[in-house]
C-alpha cells in the first residue's frame, strides 16, 4: 500500500505563509494524482487541492484559488502544497491524500476517490 506522512503544519498570522509536506512511500505513488484536504472541528472533511500523476493539471477549491499552489517532486516521492496569504477561516488539519485509481485522467476532487490518507497536519492562523 501507499503510506503518506504531513509536514510543515504550524501557527502563522493572517496574510502570512506555510508550506506543507507530504511524503510518500509505495511503488505506485508516481501513477497517482494526488490531493489535499482540510478539516475543521465540527465540519466534514472538504477538498482544497489535486494534482495529477506528471503535474501538468491542477485544480483548487474555490476558497484556496489564486493563494495555495500544489505540486509534486515524484524523484523525491513528495507532494507540496504551498499556502499564501493564509486567513483565519484556513485553520484546520490539513491532509494528503493518493488516489484511488492509478489512471492518467481519474484526477478526482471528493473523498471517495482516494485509497490512502496520512495522519494531518494542524495549521492554525490566528487574526
Known amino acids: 500500500q501507499v503510506q503518506l506522512v504531513e509536514s510543515g503544519g504550524g501557527l502563522v498570522q493572517a496574510g502570512g505563509s506555510l508550506r506543507l509536506s507530504c511524503a510518500a512511500s509505495?511503488?505506485?505513488?508516481?501513477?497517482?494524482?494526488m490531493g489535499w484536504f482540510r478539516q475543521a472541528p465540527g465540519k466534514e472533511r472538504e477538498f482544497v487541492a489535486v494534482?495529477?500523476?506528471?503535474?501538468?493539471?491542477?485544480y483548487y477549491a474555490d476558497s484556496v484559488k489564486g493563494r495555495f499552489t500544489i505540486s509534486r517532486d515524484n524523484a523525491k516521492n513528495t507532494v507540496y502544497l504551498q499556502m499564501n496569504s493564509l486567513k483565519p477561516e484556513d485553520t484546520a488539519v490539513y491532509y494528503c491524500?493518493?488516489?484511488?485509481?492509478?489512471?492518467?485522467?481519474?484526477?478526482?476532487?471528493?473523498?471517495?476517490?482516494?485509497?490512502?490518507w496520512g495522519q494531518g497536519t494542524q495549521v492554525t492562523v490566528s487574526s
Open positions: 491524500a493518493a488516489a484511488h485509481s492509478t489512471t492518467y485522467y481519474y484526477i478526482p476532487r471528493t473523498g471517495p476517490g482516494y485509497d490512502y
Open positions: 509505495g511503488r505506485t505513488f508516481s501513477n497517482r494524482a
Open positions: 494534482i495529477n500523476w506528471s503535474g501538468s493539471i491542477t
